[in-house]
């Protein structure tokens, strides 16, 4: 090959060369002019651990077993209690958020501060029992229960004993010791509670009775008042009459209705033998 043969090839290959740069000039001018792409629609996962539940939204009662009050100087006054405001910390909600989840398993611990008793080497924990109502469904107000262990130390042994505080009248009847299992206590107790809330829900349910359900005229309601104790073992049903009084009292256990009893003013009339038959057909609904 000769010189002006290689030349020539030189020159070849040089526009070959600029075709290239070219094309690559006006694809990168193109994708600069292009409008940028859509975002992405996955959602960006929260990697964020949320904070340490601070049970800051417990009932007044037990308040002070969490935060103690400063003692202001004599002749300081005590400040006057602000008025609520409402939440607007995107943070604090999460937390009332995490803190309402929590809720749903129905049993849930709580720390409390020991250094408010005066024994500080005793054990502190609090117990939160959570029923939800499926008549108005909603969470009822929550139990509570305050267990202190205390341990003897004596030349033979170690003694250990716990004492249950209680903020419901239901637990009174449980007591356990340090042989037992803590969970079992916490398990008999929530279930004593549902058991309760069951009871609840139906009497209330009597409150949606109407005449026409029984083939009485009209569709007024049967009942005027429903009201039952804590523990719903003594429940009183008062009739809608406007001549007369007629009451239907219920002694129940944990499982079954015991006694059954009736009150009743002056002025009845014929009408109480239907009325008793709707007493009879909701006694065996609410069994």
């Not at 417990?58 to 602000?82: C, N």
């Not at 809720?103 to 609090?126: A, C, E, K, V, W």
Request: proline share 6%; hydrophobic share 35%.
């Amino acid at each position: 090959m000769n010189a002006v043969e290689e030349i020539e090839k030189l020159q070849r290959e040089i526009e070959e060369i600029s075709q290239d740069i070219t094309q690559l000039e006006q694809n990168i001018t193109s994708l600069q002019n292009a409008p940028p792409p859509p975002p992405p629609n996955e959602v960006p996962i929260d990697l964020d651990i949320p904070e340490t539940i601070k049970h800051n939204y417990l009932d007044e009662s037990i308040m002070k077993y969490f935060q103690p009050k400063p003692t202001p100087p004599r002749h300081q006054q005590q400040p006057k209690q602000a008025n609520p405001t409402p939440i607007n910390d995107l943070e604090l909600k999460e937390n009332i958020l995490y803190e309402n989840i929590y809720r749903m398993f129905g049993i849930t611990t709580f720390p409390i501060n020991q250094y408010l008793f005066s024994n500080t080497s005793d054990t502190i924990l609090g117990l939160r029992f959570e029923t939800y109502s499926q008549f108005s469904h909603t969470y009822r107000l929550p139990y509570y229960a305050i267990l202190r262990k205390s341990t003897t130390t004596s030349a033979k042994s170690d003694t250990a004993t716990v004492t249950t505080w209680t903020h419901t009248a239901i637990l009174n009847r449980y007591n356990f010791t340090d042989q037992e299992n803590l969970s079992r206590f916490a398990e008999i107790v929530y279930e004593a509670l549902n058991k309760v809330q069951y009871k609840t829900d139906k009497f209330d349910g009597l409150t949606r009775f109407t005449k026409d359900q029984f083939g009485l005229i009209g569709d007024a309601a049967v009942f005027e008042k429903v009201s039952y104790d804590s523990q719903c073992q003594r429940v009183n049903l008062a009739f809608l009459a406007k001549k007369s009084r007629l009451d239907l009292e219920l002694i129940c256990s944990s499982d079954v209705i015991e006694i059954v009893s009736f009150s009743y003013g002056s002025g009845v009339d014929e009408r109480l033998g239907n009325q008793l038959v709707m007493c009879k057909a909701i006694l065996e609904i609410a069994r």
